[in-house]
Every structure is written in C-alpha cells, then in structure tokens.
C-alpha cells in the first residue's frame, strides 16, 4: 500500500459514531438527534455540521476518552497506510481551556500516540486550534494553552471553525504568541469565504499553510502567488464535496491548482462525518484527474515537506517514504 502523510484531521471530527454514542451512553448524554437511523452522523450543510461536531464533542470529558479515541483514530489511519500525521486539538474541547487540565490531556494523547508508534508505526504530531466563531478572546485562552505546552510533540498552532465570522486579524495575537513558543501556523481558510480570506491568512497571521485554501482558484493573481511563494495547501476534497461546496471530485479545483504550480497536498479532515477515509480520497482523485502513484508519490513528499516536525522525524519518515518507491 501506498504510504501516505495526512496533515489535516480533527480529532473529534475522526471518531467514528458509534465510539461517540458508546460514551455517550456510557455517560447517560442525550445526543440521539446527532445520528441517523443506520447510526452515521446526520447533518445537512456546514452550519448543521458544525453543531453536531460539537454535540459530540460533549461526551469527550476526561483525559482517557481522548486516549482512546487517539487509539481508534490512528489504528485506523495506519490501515489506510498513513506513516505520519498532524492533528487538530484543540484546549477549547480539552479542558475548557484550562490550562491544567489541557496539560493532562495533551499528556493523554500524547501517550497514546507513542504506544500506536510502537504497535503499527504512525507518527502523529498535534496542532492545537482555536475556534474562530467563539472569537479572538477565547482564542488567546487557547493560545496561553498551547504556548505553554510546545514542544517535540506540539508543533502547530491553527483556526477553525465558522470562516464568515470575525476577521483574522483579530486572532493576530493568539498567533503571535504560538509563533513566539515555536508553533508553525496553519489557517482554515478559503473554504467558506473567498480568496480574499487566503491573502487575510497569509498577510494577517503569517499562515506557512492553509487550511483548504481552494477558493484561491477564484482569483489566479492569488493562485500564481501562492505557487511563488511554495504556500502549501492542505486540501479535503472528499469534505469539500459531502459540504456541498463542489458538486464533485471532477468539479473540484484541487486539479487546477497542482497544474497551476501550487504545492497541494490530500487530507480526509472529518472521515466519518464525510464517509471517506485516505484510501477513497486516493481512489477518487485518480478517477476524476488520472492522477498515478507518481502524483501521489509527489503530494506525499510535498506533505513531508510542509510538516510541522522536527528534521529527524522528517528523515525517518523520508526513509520510509523512498523505501516504498525503488
Ligand atoms: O475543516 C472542516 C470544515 N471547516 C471548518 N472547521 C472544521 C472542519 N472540521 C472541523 N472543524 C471545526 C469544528 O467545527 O474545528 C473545530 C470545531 O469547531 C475543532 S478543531 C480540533
Ligand atoms: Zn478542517
């Protein structure tokens, strides 16, 4: 199997329904209106999506709900032959941004992940995220959080979240002080809202990455900027498409954007929530542009490239990538 680097996948927005409604009848939480009768997640648009992703995230509430979850998440991404990966946490859902209890599950995760690295062989780092519909304020909580805790295994600092509210510049604070503590950046941007969200995330918070980022394509002055100057892209077709932002794979701009030069690379985001996994994200796009193992080859190599770790982690993970292509 192909091996395959993902740098976006939320973490609560990984955990499959039916380890969500075990909690949450472990816990006695009434959250049935989140599934459908075959027990997927039911939803309909972005606004839906998101208030469910945070129903589910309220049977989350100690530090071994996390490490288990981490256990079920990069079991199954190892299945799907990922070798390395960066997730999405966020102290907002961990702890309440308390920077105490954020520690213990950060610690938590961070255990899990060593023992999976043993057991199968994935590398995971974090990237904790602050959530831009709960504003900037609450933002600079989750930032004192994640400045504290940067490190070998933290390494990012992103936003996420509702795109039309608020303005980045806003959260130029936040990103500031992760900077500050050695966390790279990464934006959600270009989504929801248009280019000018991605020049707002490039100019406003020094984004080294973006978050989707494919709106970019409406403005080609942006598209050939962001090929000069090697901004990677951290696209999710298969989520774009279930959100309704593109009605397919073929309709989809991440093929525009690889001709046009621009770094892009293939993540699944929130799989069960959009009924993908790495392998169908793999599959689609060689249906939809004829893209070969050479391709992938090349966006796996440009993930490495972009990810936020350190170099001997990049080296290790470059041996394993070049073992699989001679
Ligand atoms: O990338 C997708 C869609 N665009 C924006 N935000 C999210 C996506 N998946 C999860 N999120 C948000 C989610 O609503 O990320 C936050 C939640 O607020 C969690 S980050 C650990
Ligand atoms: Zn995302």
Redesign the pocket.
Known sequence: MTPKLELHL????AAPPRFIASLAKEKHIDIAGIFAPDGSYRFSG?AEF?KI??AACTTLTRPEDYQRLTRAVLEDQAQHGVIYTEI???PD?CGGRDRGAWREYLQAVREEAAALEREVGITMKAIA?C?RHFGPDKARQTARCAAETAGDFLVGFGI??V?TMGKLKDFRWSFDAAREAGLKPTV?AG?WAGPSEVRDALRDLGAQRI??GVRAIEDLALVDELAERGTVLEC?PG?NVA?GIYPSFRKHPIGELYHRGVKVTVST??PPFFHTNLTREYEMLHEAFDWDEGVFATLNRTALDAAFCDTDTKDKIAKRLEAAHV
């Open positions: 939320h973490l609560e927005g972005f998101v992703y945070e999405f946490l966020s859902f995220t959530i996420a979240g795109e959600h989504e978050g989707h999710c989520s959100l985001d929130d």
